[in-house]
């Protein structure tokens, strides 16, 4: 072989030497360059994080050198655009509105914030709602239906003559020319489906359903139940259309008496303050007031004069057909075996209320799990009748002694 084709193929062999390493040090720098891309775009989303950690330190900052505002309320609205206050410390102001608040939001009783040199109205603030009215039982349109209530037809009738009409179908008695009644007082023995009454009227006409027990208002400081009671209204509207539910009304209901102690006389308050909401209510409005109460003997008379609680409607004790219908209702959903009878449950069960016999179809449910069964025999039920029913008839002289 000459000496110029060794010199040749030397030349190719470095020639491929550098190729490759061109080839693998380009490689190299692009996987440098991904690596430094990479590095970058965490450099940047580290950046943006500090820098919306500055701005809100910032406002933070701008926050805290303001001046603290006062809190008031507003008493009216003058003709010349001013406004008269009274503050968080007691004494009231004539002061002016800046021009960026809407008139439509200055209302009486509106709570504002007022600037602390001059003491113009800067603010307004929500409402101040006490915790006890946010943590009411409220409910968006319950479940419970008419289907759900047996027994008590002519009671159902009146109160969807009562609450369900005025909200439903107001028009009708504006042709007439009538009222609807304000308030709907339900009175009876315990366990008769009062609640149940009102939670259907509410799930009929799609309204919120607030309940508020009547011992919930009595409170421990002077004018503090009587407050509630104009928030509680307050909130019924905010939610309306409302069905607002006062269960066990005698705790603030009970006669007036002219010898009183200092905690009934705050009870008084708080009646009063009912009172004189109900007089204030639009009878065609979207809130309707139903009360309800096992001691109907013991109410103050002003509750149930014409305009306040002027429908009264008792719930009785069910008699033998109502009580097949309520056997009915509970059981539609149980595993029942041919051996059981209603009739002779119905015969079993005299004196008994609703929520007896609901308490019956559940104690035979529970007799049956505990046998490991997967349907109820008349054994079951008679077991139950026993449990309840000794129970009702050992209660019967504390029921009978309301009344009779």
Known sequence: MTPEVDQEDESKDIAEKDRSYLLSYTRHLERKIRTLETEKQLI???RMRM???IASMRNDLEQMKRSPLITGTLVDLLDDGRAIVRSSSGPSFVVNVIKSISKDLLKPNSR????????????????????????????????????????????????????????????LFEKVGISPPKGVMLYGPPGTGKTLLARAVAHETNATFIRVIGSELVQKFIGEGARLVREIFEFAEERSPTILFIDELDAIGSRRLDIATSGDREVQRTLMQLLSNLDGFDVRGNVRVIAATNRPDILDPALLRPGRFDRVIEIGMPNAKARKEIFKIHTRKMALDDTVD???????????????????????????????????????FKKAVAKVMGKVKADTGTKEHFFT
Do not use: W
């Open 51 to 53: 820098e919306r950690e």
């Open 112 to 171: 504002v914030a007022l600037n602390q040199r001059n003491f113009a109205i800067v603010e307004v603030l929500p409402q101040q709602k006490d915790p006890m009215v946010s943590a009411m039982e409220v409910e968006d349109a319950p479940e419970v239906s008419y289907e759900d209530i047996g027994g008590l037809e002519e009671q159902i009738l009146e109160l969807r003559e009562t609450v369900e009409l005025p909200l439903t179908k107001p028009e």
């Open 342 to 380: 209603l009739d002779v449950l119905v015969s079993m069960t005299e004196g008994a209320s609703g929520a007896d016999i609901k308490n019956i179809c559940t104690e035979a449910g529970m007799f049956a799990v505990r046998q490991d069964k997967d349907h109820i025999s008349d054994t079951e």
């Open 44 to 46: 940047d989303n580290e």
